[in-house]
T-cell receptor, first 114, second 107 residues
Framework: KAGVTQTPRYLIKTRGQQVTLSCSPI?????VSWYQQTPGQGLQFLFE???????NKGNFPGRFSGRQFSNSRSEMNVSTLELGDSALYLC?????????????FGPGTRLTVL | GIQVEQSPPDLILQEGANSTLRCNFS?????LQWFHQNPWGQLINLFY???GTKQNGRLSATTVATERYSLLYISSSQTTDSGVYFC?????????FGTGTSLTVIP
């Protein structure tokens, strides 16, 4: 079974631009979660989608948004980029997103904002 | 949210040495996962271990849910074990991560 894939792997943007990141979950998984990892804040939860519905959202500004498609693929968007948005963005998939599920992570997208 | 603490924050070992990493969590959980983050940033699943003990080669993990901690044991460490080790626990469909233990294994 193919693992979680994320595209692109690396991205360089400038302040004020917007960016869209993509995540394809493991086949059969319907839950996709997104996390931001920075040296200062560690791994922080952004949001989780299941069957095209956002079920949970972390404490991030409205510039961070996401969506999930009918094939479970998910995208996240960051508008009006700030320097502090530079981070590794990780997505994880699981079968149902329940607390008892095993989460599998993709390789991440490393975003640099100049 | 749930608080997850890991210790030690940094660990330097000689190749061949053994180590124990600890994860404390503030509330009862029905899931706990250990991950290894490689130098490229990928989080690799090590264990899904809500309770009890599991072993996989040179690695083993024990979770004592009633006392709210988990331990990851690495035996006969190798340079390829270097990286950051995270434990993560869920609340609902959100995982809370510890701050990690950065392990460096020197030859």
């Amino acid at each position: 079974k193919a693992g979680v894939t994320q595209t692109p792997r690396y991205l360089i943007k400038t302040r004020g631009q917007q960016v869209t990141l993509s995540c394809s979950p493991i086949s059969g998984h319907r839950s996709v979660s997104w996390y931001q990892q920075t040296p200062g804040q560690g791994l922080q939860f952004l949001f989780e989608y299941f069957s095209e519905t956002q079920r949970n959202k972390g404490n991030f500004p409205g510039r961070f948004s996401g969506r999930q498609f009918s094939n479970s693929r998910s995208e996240m968007n960051v508008s009006t980029l700030e320097l502090g948005d530079s981070a590794l963005y990780l997505c994880a998939s699981s079968f149902s997103g329940g607390a008892g599920d095993t989460q599998y992570f993709g390789p991440g997208t490393r975003l640099t904002v100049l | 949210g749930i608080q997850v603490e890991q210790s030690p924050p940094d660990l330097i070992l000689q190749e061949g040495a053994n180590s124990t990493l600890r994860c404390n969590f503030s509330d009862s959980v029905n899931n706990l996962q250990w991950f290894h983050q490689n130098p490229w940033g990928q989080l690799i699943n090590l264990f899904y271990i809500p309770s009890g003990t599991k072993q996989n080669g040179r690695l083993s993990a024990t979770t004592v849910a009633t006392e709210r901690y988990s331990l990851l044991y690495i035996s006969s460490s190798q340079t390829t074990d270097s990286g950051v080790y995270f434990c993560a626990v869920p609340t609902g469909n959100q995982f809370y991560f510890g701050t990690g233990t950065s392990l460096t294994v020197i030859p």
